[in-house]
């Protein structure tokens, strides 16, 4: 505990000097918006740069673990949400039910996917709402494209576009789920890094400051358990498919890193025949699941992603 009491107020000092650094140039406005669904109190939030009137909207939906903090490791030019604000965009983030900044679920395997897919589509009402600009653009990464596509399939009266970062497209593997919770740790909060052979971190990918940071704001915001609804819908067969992309009638972007182990690259290769036909497809080589803050690659990520989306 002391260790991760440290490596968290390390954290905190690094976030203070990155965002001094930003700040030179940027001066950013964060607001909570009040939201809540079946009983629940959701946390959402929106960044913006300060005194604009940004005149889109981007959802970002996080992954089947941990929250929506992902979205913004504030350490030099790394964090999606700032890049996103910097571009002009109103920049939301969603925690589903039970994750993160959102209220306790007594049973973690009520917010499923299905569930999950109702948590976003209040979102998107409420942002729809405060801005009173009919259609947004909306993000998925992971477990989230699965609940975003969902949503999609049901409700694309609020989209502009959709991102779907690192589809699972199909089950990960069957593998019984019996726990309603999964059990954090700081070191499953590194899982998704890329390892050298010995097994350690891959530094000439991932900067040490993101992962400490990483891991940091996992412990915090996160704890040690989260739902595991999400991830019983995944361990099933990789033959059975998640995503049915023949319901999604807005265009979309799929991207992903070429080193992804839980991808289904014969279904994503494909993905494009079954999508509106101005969707894109973009691999960035030697990308692994979080390819958007990975060193060599982040900033291919930001520039295709803002490329499709102002296109």
């Not at 036909?277 to 990520?301: M, T, W």
Request: hydrophobic share 35%; net charge negative; proline share 3%.
């Amino acid at each position: 505990m002391f260790k991760k009491c440290l490596y968290f107020l390390l954290s905190l000092l690094l976030l203070v000097g990155c965002s001094t650094k930003q700040t030179k140039q940027y001066t950013y406005i964060a607001e909570t918006i009040p939201l809540s669904r079946n009983g629940i109190s959701l946390h959402l939030d929106c960044t913006t740069l300060k005194d604009t009137t940004p005149e889109r909207q981007i959802l970002l939906i996080h992954g089947v673990t941990y929250s929506s903090h992902e979205f913004d490791i504030n350490y030099q030019d790394y964090s999606l949400v700032r890049f996103l604000a910097q571009q002009g965009y109103g920049v939301w983030r969603l925690d589903i039910a039970g994750f993160g900044q959102s209220g306790n679920v007594v049973d973690g395997f009520m917010p499923d996917s299905a569930y999950a897919a109702k948590d976003i589509e209040a979102a998107v009402n409420k942002i729809v709402e405060e801005t009173h600009q009919d259609k947004i653009d909306l993000l998925g990464w992971s477990w989230g494209t699965v609940t975003c596509s969902l949503y999609a399939g049901q409700h694309s009266e609020h989209l502009n576009k959709l991102i779907l970062y690192a589809p699972i497209l199909s089950g990960i593997g069957k593998m019984e789920v019996n726990e309603p919770f999964h059990h954090n740790s700081w070191e499953h909060a590194a899982d998704d890094f890329q390892r050298d052979k010995d097994g350690t971190i891959n530094t000439s990918i991932v900067d040490p400051v993101i992962v400490e940071m990483w891991c940091s704001s996992c412990w915090h915001y996160d704890g040690d358990s989260s739902p595991n609804g999400g991830r019983r819908d995944l361990c099933i067969e990789t033959s059975e498919k998640l995503i049915d992309l023949e319901k999604i009638t807005v265009p979309t972007l799929v991207i992903c890193g070429g080193n992804d182990s839980y991808l289904n690259y014969k279904l994503i290769i494909q993905s494009l025949d079954h999508l509106p036909a101005s969707s894109q497809l973009e691999v960035i080589n030697g990308g692994a699941h979080c390819v958007f803050i990975e060193k060599p690659y982040y900033r291919d990520f930001q520039k295709l992603l803002i490329k499709f989306l102002k296109n």
